[in-house]
């Protein structure tokens, strides 16, 4: 018996390593080739590590595609999207979650269906709102959104919430706290750790956004990197070492991110089911 527990763990570690090779190989590959010359690239047999490192290939690709210019613009999109993110859907959670009211199930389920609504069937509607606002080739289309809320951050952070012991609300109001002192000092700081999935999930979809810039952003002064990069492709196909550098570059920054919220982002998504 233990002998086939041990067996049937060695399976499942060794099926784990093949997976993650199978993740971690195309990276590699792609900071190895940013490392390389553009004859190396393509040489046969590929190797892993290139036989002289070019780290003149990042200096190279971000005086290309001005990098400092777009990754200003991504940063103010980027934090902007999350400080409206946050504050939007914690609200909504602790309301669905703490506050009771009339048709207050109703609204909830007609804001989880509208989960299931595609981004391409409202993507007119919306572009068109926003010329009529005048709001067109700036970042506004981008970032005001956010304050409206997401129907799938507020979910995770209702559930959240709802994982919280309502005798702390109690507690508090005896003690003559109000909704908004509950909120703000007894309840906000427990959930840091779904806020901190919240912030990574945002984070990575909003750096990472290509199809919004593309349809809101048109001049050079306010294109983000996603977009940058797609021009950086077309205007240096054959490059491929730049390619790869500027890829890596515009990478980075989600790396740091996942590394440092790991452990809230992991403790968020656990606990945010416990109760319905």
Known sequence: ????????????????????MAFILPFLFMVSSSLKSSSAIFSFPPKLLPSEFQWRNYI???????????????????????????ISCTM?????????????SVLFMIMIASMIIPYQITMIPLYILMRNLGWIDTFAPLIVPAFFGNAFYIFLIRQFFLSITKELDEAA?????????????ILLPLVKPVLATVTIFTFMNTWNDFLGP????????????????????????TDWQYLMAASVLILFPCLIIFFFFQRYFIEGTTLTGIKG
């Open 214 to 237: 593309l349809i809101y952003l048109h001049s050079d002064e306010v294109k983000t990197l996603s977009l940058g990069l797609y021009v950086f492709q077309g205007v240096n196909i």
């Open 92 to 104: 909504a959670g602790y309301g669905f979650s703490r506050i009771d009211f009339k048709g207050k």
């Open 1 to 20: 018996m233990q002998r086939k527990k041990y067996v049937y763990k060695l399976l499942i570690l060794s099926a784990l390593i093949v997976i993650g």
């Open 173 to 185: 109001t005896i003690d003559g706290c109000g909704p908004y002192r509950i909120f703000l000092w």
């Open 60 to 86: 190279e690709a971000m005086e290309r595609m001005q990098f400092w210019l777009l990754f200003k613009n991504t940063a103010i999109i980027t934090s902007l999207t999350i400080i409206g993110t946050l």
